[in-house]
């Protein structure tokens, strides 16, 4: 099993703490002899909603890839520095091969931080190397709960009830992958490879 572009660091998959949603809603100052005042502001940045919206109507890999990076890098925005060097140290365990002890890195990371999705995306992660799916599944859990159209989080899900051997479960959150982003390299083969592992060969 891939680890989506792993925990921390560089690359589409970079992970990130969730954005604080929402824009002022007040008023601005009223318009002077009819000529609505300049705000002095520039435009908004996108929200983490519209850039996922985007993300689901992406015509081609190029797009998609740029919106996850944008994505990605909104997550990681609130994220605390000792919180960032847990998330790079789970990464160096996991290069090295020692799953468990990325595990406690995102067990630390959570005691500081609980309420980002990615940290509990990230230990679904490192739960998921370390042989124990229905521990991915859990954190997993509160990661979609958070964040229902976090596509990383849909395809670890994916991945995670494969290696738990419930078909159905990987078929359905596949599904959820394709739809939220329609650029997936080879989404045609693993759906049909998904769908036969689910439900057998048509009658």
Do not use: Y
């Not at 991945?159 to 650029?183: C, Y």
Request: hydrophobic share 40%.
């Amino acid at each position: 099993m891939v680890l989506a572009a792993g925990l921390m660091g560089s690359g589409p998959q970079a992970h990130a703490a969730l954005p604080s949603h929402g824009v002022d809603q007040h008023a601005g100052p009223a318009a002077v002899n009819g000529h609505a005042p300049a705000t002095g502001k520039a435009e908004a940045e996108p929200s983490l909603d519209d850039l996922e919206t985007e993300l689901a109507h992406a015509s081609n890999v190029h797009g998609a890839r740029d919106l996850l990076t944008r994505i990605e890098q909104i997550r990681q925005k609130d994220l605390a520095p000792t919180t960032n060097l847990l998330l790079r140290r789970a990464q160096d365990d996991l290069d090295a091969q020692r799953p468990l002890d990325a595990v406690q890195d995102m067990d630390d990371a959570l005691l500081l931080q609980p309420d980002v999705e990615v940290l509990w995306r990230n230990r679904a992660q490192a739960r998921l190397a370390a042989a124990n799916p229905d521990g991915a599944v859990a954190d997993l859990g509160v990661a979609l709960h958070h964040d229902g159209r976090d596509v990383t989080a849909w395809k670890i899900l994916e991945d995670t009830e494969e290696q738990r051997g419930d078909w159905q479960a990987a078929w359905k959150a596949w599904q959820h992958v394709v739809q939220l982003d329609p650029t997936i390299p080879d989404a045609g083969h693993e759906t049909e490879r998904l769908r036969l592992k689910a439900f057998g060969q048509p009658t």
